[in-house]
């Protein structure tokens, strides 16, 4: 699976590793990913998704259903959550 986050969209970065000598090579930064399940209460189901650790504290303060739904306006949910959000 790609390293992207499912409800942001957050995904690996290009940077340089740069040595003292200042030479310069490339890398990439990669998001703090995590599977987590969650329990949606309007489906009365679990769902398992994969979400960056600054969601997960998004998803503490103002609840899952309130993220779903601002990351669709927002147009970063992924495709597959989309019929999740659409069924409210």
């Known amino acids: 699976m790609a390293r992207i986050c499912e409800i942001t969209g957050k995904r ?3 940077g340089n590793r740069v040595s003292h000598a200042k ?12 599977m987590k399940r969650f329990f949606l209460a309007e489906e009365d189901a679990w769902v398992t998704l994969k979400v960056s650790t600054s969601v997960l ?3 503490n ?3 899952l259903s309130v993220v779903l739904k601002e990351a669709k306006r927002r147009g970063t949910l992924a495709k597959a959550l989309n019929c999740i959000v659409a069924a409210k």
């Open 12 to 14: 690996p970065r290009v």
């Open 57 to 59: 504290r998004t998803i």
């Open 23 to 34: 030479n310069k090579t490339k890398r990439r930064f990669y998001p703090n990913l995590q």
């Open 61 to 63: 303060k103002k609840g």
